[in-house]
């Protein structure tokens, strides 16, 4: 049997914190409602800031299934929802045809029945199982067309889909649900209406002291500091890409690698395509421009510590 859903906003952040993910009071709290209401919950933000965690987290947490839909541009019903295994199909109406009894209307039944129906991500999501409904992840919505956000709603209202060649199918418990966008384009309203929305900005730099300290608690505490406002401090320039928390987690654990106990220029220098994934701004922060903040946030960090 697996856990109860969360009975408070405590609780949330309880199980939270149980998978390592440092959450801030909102954020808890949209998600206490969504579970609470059954609505699917709509996460924005920038890429790397811990949105699809949160579906891996309560999937572990909460002991579901996590069935998840990685959106790109294209994606289709027969990628997303079902289609058909055309080759079994084909093979079904030979043997039929070789057995030499072949009633036309029967063999359109039986080839278009759930034995012949490949089930994709969405649709897979409609089904309980003995430890409840999954956790479905719709990952990065705004990288698909409109038109696939449309055919979204029937299943975000009613949590069904309907096969014209059998039927609709509705979920006995509906599943819950996780839609994550890095805001590349908007979504629809229409699609919005139907879930809680929040949006998960960068943490500061308390709650990501703590993030890098759950999630690589072995990490010098000097080192731990000095690089979390390193990356906060690189978040106020003006970089075609700030770092996430990822890219921070990823930073931690290559001067760990390292055996770093403290940042110096050249470590930055070495590790800064960790951090950053472009070259223009890499160039930008690579040398004096890193030597001078990194000489900030020491004077800053020592500052903190006489007082």
Same mark, same amino acid.
């Given at each position: 049997m697996s856990?109860?859903?969360p009975s408070s906003i405590d609780v949330t952040l309880a199980l939270l914190n149980q998978g390592d993910y440092i959450a801030d009071r909102a954020l808890a709290t949209t998600l206490f409602l969504s579970l609470s209401m059954g609505k699917p919950l709509f996460l924005e933000g920038e890429a790397g800031?811990?949105?699809? =965690?949160?579906?891996? %987290?309560?999937?572990?947490?909460?002991?579901?299934?996590l069935?998840?839909?990685?959106?790109?541009?294209?994606?289709?019903? +027969?990628?997303?929802?079902?289609?058909?295994?055309?080759?079994?199909?084909?093979?079904?109406?030979?043997?039929?045809?070789?057995?030499?009894?072949?009633?036309?209307?029967?063999l359109s039944t039986d080839v278009f029945s759930n034995d012949f129906l490949i089930e994709r991500p969405l649709l897979q999501a409609l089904h309980s199982d003995e430890n409840g409904p999954p956790v479905l992840l719709i990952d990065?919505?705004?990288?698909?067309?409109? /038109?696939?956000?449309?055919?979204?709603?029937?299943?975000?209202?009613?949590?069904?889909?309907?096969? /014209?060649?059998?039927?609709?199918?509705?979920? =006995?418990?509906?599943?819950? %649900?996780?839609i994550t966008s890095n805001r590349t384009r908007e979504i629809h309203d229409a699609l919005k209406r139907r879930c809680?929305?929040?949006w998960i900005d960068y943490p500061n730099s308390e709650r990501e002291l703590q993030i890098v300290t759950?999630?690589? /608690?072995?990490?010098d505490v000097q080192l731990s500091q000095q690089l979390v406002a390193f990356v906060q401090r690189l978040r106020d320039e003006d970089l075609?890409? +700030? /770092?996430? %928390?990822? =890219?921070?987690?990823?930073w931690a654990d290559a001067l760990t690698q390292l055996d770093k106990v403290a940042l110096d220029s050249e470590a930055i220098d070495n590790t800064l395509g960790t951090l950053l994934k472009y070259q223009d701004d890499i160039a930008r922060i690579r040398g004096s421009e890193a030597a001078q903040l990194l000489e900030q946030i020491k004077t800053e960090l020592a500052a903190t510590v006489g007082s």
């Open positions: 856990p109860a859903l800031v811990g949105k699809t =965690e949160i579906a891996k %987290v309560l999937s572990q947490a909460l002991g579901r299934r069935v998840r839909l990685q959106c790109y541009e294209g994606l289709d019903v +027969s990628s997303a929802v079902y289609e058909w295994n055309y080759s079994r199909q084909m093979i079904e109406i030979r043997l039929a045809e070789a057995s030499g009894s072949v009633n036309k209307q029967d990065e919505l705004d990288r698909t067309d409109e /038109p696939f956000e449309a055919y979204l709603l029937e299943i975000l209202s009613d949590f069904q889909i309907t096969i /014209p060649e059998i039927g609709t199918i509705k979920a =006995e418990e509906p599943p819950i %649900v996780i809680l929305y929040h759950a999630k690589l /608690p072995g990490i075609f890409k +700030s /770092p996430g %928390v990822a =890219e921070t987690l990823d």
